[in-house]
């Protein structure tokens, strides 16, 4: 058995915590390894958290793909689950509690939390959650160690009752769309267009349409038109048919979109967002997550005015409107668990990788489930 700190109430669930556990390991480039690893040990002020569900996330599949991190790890953070063991002197939480974990918190004091940009505070900077090997988020894993400054923090969420583990595991990603769209200033007579109908660009376009703006929202795919369809979003552009700027020019009296969301990964879609942003427009890089370089004409931003602006990860400042955007809208028109195209097992999980890595017109959110049809719980 793992040994665990623990209080005296919770020592009934910390003796039935297995000693090993499956996780999926990240051994080199491409090199996904479903193994057998220790059971994560806990000390004072931490906690000990079973996976219910894990959502594979494009930052994952692009440090897997680019070697961007040493190896070994155990990746994966858009994960919720339950509480099994909790160290000493933790007091907010108690053992079968429900959470959402988040991998990162920021400290809310340094310059950079002060200058109100929390994702560039060396604090956040640090993972605070791991299923063993160097911190990683870990959610690819039966069971994850929340340290003690995530968990003291604003870092766990409790999940309430009747809000199934799938639906919680996206309060992460919600708050980063928000966290982006809130930095775009919308008004509603303003017209946004979306490049990239995946999850993150339906969260995107979903939320900026409830700032009263127009959504136009581009996909190659009809069948996730299709979904978008379902969440109000009435104005999709067929991009592996019509040509994205023009439609866009059409729809504005020739202007452009006042705004543009890039929310899919690589450079090559810098320059159609840009076109097609009107005069004195803004076009936010979201899904840019790779250093390297990009060719832009800088008179587009000089003369033409038109802002090209970045945003990343999560604010915490938000996450009261985070957690009733998807709490309380799971029954009330926000439902996400309707993005999951695909559910696998922990020992499925490299092929659910694999399925993530090359989207298709039926893939949409892919969720890792250590314990099969857990997350709908």
Known sequence: ??????????????????????????????????????????????????????????????????????????????????????????????????????????????????????????????????????????????????????????????????????QAAFLEPVNTVLKGVKMLNLRPDDTVLVIGQGPIGLMHAVLASRTGARVLTSDLYAERHAIAARYGLKDPIHAGSENVVERVLAETDGR???????????????????????????????????????????????????TLMGSYSSSFAILDEVTELVFGGYRNGFDLTQLISHRFPLDQAVAAIEIASHPKADSMKIMIEPVSDAGAK
């Open 256 to 306: 452009g979109a006042d705004a543009v969301i890039l929310a899919v990964g690589g450079n090559a879609l810098i320059k159609t967002a840009m076109d097609a942003a009107r005069c004195g427009g803004k076009v936010m890089l979201f899904a840019q997550t790779q250093r390297g370089d990009a060719t832009f004409d800088p008179g587009v931003v000089c003369m033409d005015e038109k």
């Open 1 to 166: 058995m793992a040994t665990q700190t623990t209080t005296n109430a919770e020592s009934h669930i910390a003796n039935r915590i297995p000693s090993n556990m499956r996780a999926v390991v990240y051994r080199g480039i491409n090199d996904m390894r479903v193994e057998t690893v220790p059971v994560p040990s806990i000390g004072p002020g931490e906690l000990l958290v079973k996976v219910a569900t894990c959502g594979i996330c494009g930052t994952d599949l692009k440090k897997i793909h680019t070697g961007s991190h040493s190896a070994p790890r155990i990746f994966g953070h858009e994960m919720s689950g339950t509480v099994i063991a909790v160290g000493e002197g933790v007091t907010r939480f108690r053992g079968g509690e429900r959470v959402v974990v988040h991998h990162h918190v920021p400290c809310g004091e340094c310059f950079y939390c002060r200058k109100g940009t929390p994702a560039q505070c060396p604090l956040y900077k640090k993972v605070g959650v791991t299923a063993g090997f160097e911190p990683s988020g870990g959610g690819f894993a039966e069971y994850i160690r929340v340290m003690d400054w995530v968990a003291s923090s604003c870092g766990v969420v409790p999940i309430p009752d009747g809000i199934p583990f799938e």
